[in-house]
């Protein structure tokens, strides 16, 4: 394993990471596992989990890799289960799966299959991952992290169906917080902008890159890396360095989205 | 309100989405009263719904949220009745959003009846509006929200993931639609005009330091329906995918 820049922030405690075989997910998961996490790689495809979990093993940290459909209920209960089985407990669950944004679509033309897969895998998963962790994170005083999206404060005209369901996400973080915050349990979201596979693909056909907007707002001129951009955000927001940051939206973007 | 106004809403066509309960039904009712013929649709009351009679400026309409095809049909028998639709107006929220519930307590059914169907209804309505609304060359789309999709809420986390989602839905409206004269925007009122009396108080208390600005949270008729009226003139005609605060100075994030 690299050596952390930094000091193990997460020794000793055990994160999941929700659409951990690629992209966001596994960087996220990466960078956990080297602050000394153990991190529960929950994927639909099993084998992209498996890679993951063996690169983290191969660094010296210790993962575990489960199948994991968030649209699910028993999915999403069987890796908390696991976490708990193998580690010990919960200390944070980051649901950072999301169904493929697709083509770039008006309100009317968006695809029903469109929106109910991000109706799934973003609300009613939040639903799930919520539910399931409560107990294992009110023990520990744990984390609950969920992977949001500018999209989800600003609305998109490219991808609407997915803004929609990006700002249910950060209200569900904000009243979560409220409502878990006397009993320990900390929630915030995270809104990157990273490449990933995904973003690879949906890219060749939208306006944000083909035609440069996104690299002209983004003041640091480059889109972000999933492990060394965004995971150490979500290695903060699991450790005891954010122990009074609840409810919030850290957007990890370059720049680009300045609301706030 | 000027005159050369007050006539263009004389003629104007609105539907009211929950126009007979809740704030919805004071919306309806003060657009009506300003010369608006008014088509409400209110889901769970079946047979209410009637053929509209002409002489009236205000009517129900049979409605059905449980599919697209039903919202569809819904809106297409509110548009015919009106001949035409000029605003849209959304204040819709089932009881199971704003009576006060432990998330932990909400069922896998409950959320997915009250908290994913009211998202699933409002994506359903703006896609069978835009094509009226163009009939129409253009008009006003309003999502009237509770601020706690703002601030969030405990005790009432389906009711703020609701109203975030319809804030946000309201903007990528605007994005899409801009184009065809259709502006979306979003009114953001006090929550304590959407829950039950007895948690009105904690949810301010919890939004705000202080208390409202202008001293109460806001009536539906006489605070609200004025800007929804602005928003569906033509002077207005340039504001869209906005979120107007208008909850009497209580919440001051924007």
């Known amino acids: 394993m690299s050596a952390p820049t930094s000091p193990r922030l997460l020794e000793g405690k055990t994160v999941i990471v929700t659409g951990a075989g690629g992209g966001v997910g596994m960087g996220i998961a990466l960078s956990c596992a080297t ?9 639909r495809r099993i084998e992209t989990g498996d890679e993951v979990a063996a690169e983290i093993t191969r660094r010296g940290g210790n993962a575990l890799s489960v199948r994991c459909d968030v649209t699910v209920s028993t999915d999403v209960t069987a890796a908390v289960d696991a976490a708990t089985d193998r580690f010990g407990g919960l200390d944070c669950l980051i649901h950072n799966a999301v169904a493929p944004v697709g083509e770039p679509h008006k309100v009317e033309d968006v695809p029903d299959a469109t929106w109910q897969a991000m109706m799934s895998t973003a609300v009613r998963a939040s639903y799930y991952c919520a539910q399931a962790a409560f107990a294992q994170l009110k023990e520990r005083g744990g984390t609950f992290i969920l992977l949001t999206s500018a999209a989800g404060v600003e609305g998109s005209p490219y991808i609407p169906a997915y803004g929609v369901v990006k700002a249910a996400q950060r209200a569900l973080a904000k ?29 060749q056909n939208s306006p944000v890159f083909l035609e440069g907007r996104l690299m002209d707002r983004t003041p640091l001129r480059r889109i972000g890396e999933p492990e060394p951009d965004i995971g150490p955000v979500a290695v903060f927001l699991a450790s005891d360095l954010s122990r009074y940051v609840t409810g919030q939206t850290i957007v990890v973007d370059g720049g680009g989205f300045t609301a706030f | 309100m000027p005159l050369d106004e007050k006539r263009r809403l004389a003629t104007s066509r609105r539907i009211v989405v929950a126009g007979t309960s809740g704030p919805g039904a004071g919306i309806a009712a003060a657009l009506a009263a300003d010369g608006a013929r008014v088509a409400v649709l209110e889901p769970g009351r079946d047979g209410q719904g009637n053929a509209a009679p002409q002489d009236e400026s205000i009517f129900e309409v049979a409605t059905d949220f449980s599919s697209a095809a039903a919202v569809g049909a819904s809106v297409t028998a509110a548009v015919e009745a009106l001949g035409g639709i000029d605003q849209f107006v959304y204040a819709w929220y089932p009881d199971e959003l704003t009576g006060a519930t432990t998330f932990t307590d909400v069922s896998e059914e409950e959320w997915a009846r009250a908290c994913e169907g009211a998202l699933d209804a409002a994506w359903w309505l703006v896609r069978a509006l835009i094509g009226p609304l163009r009939a129409s060359r253009g008009g006003s789309i309003v999502f009237v929200v509770p601020t706690v999709g703002l601030t969030g809420s405990s005790g009432f986390v389906m009711l703020s993931v609701v109203a975030e989602g319809l804030r946000v839905l309201a903007k990528g409206c605007g994005r899409c639609w801009g184009e065809d004269g259709v502006a979306v925007n979003t009114l953001a009122t006090s929550p304590a005009l959407w829950v039950e009396p007895d948690h009105g108080q904690r949810l301010l208390r919890e939004i705000s330091l202080s208390v409202p600005a202008m001293g ?15 928003l569906g003139t033509d002077e207005a005609h340039f504001l869209t995918a906005g979120t107007l605060v208008t909850d009497g100075g209580l919440w001051m994030g924007l």
Do not use: F, K, Q, Y
């Not at chain 1, 602050?35 to 994927?43: E, F, R």
């Open chain 1, 175 to 203: 009243s979560l917080a409220r409502e878990w915050g006397p009993l320990g349990i900390r929630v915030n979201c995270i809104a990157p902008v990273a490449m990933t596979p995904a973003m690879a693909v949906s890219a």
């Open chain 2, 216 to 230: 109460r949270v806001g009536d539906p008729g006489r605070d609200l329906a004025p800007v929804i009226e602005l």
């Open chain 1, 35 to 43: 602050h000394g996490a153990n991190v529960v790689i929950a994927a």
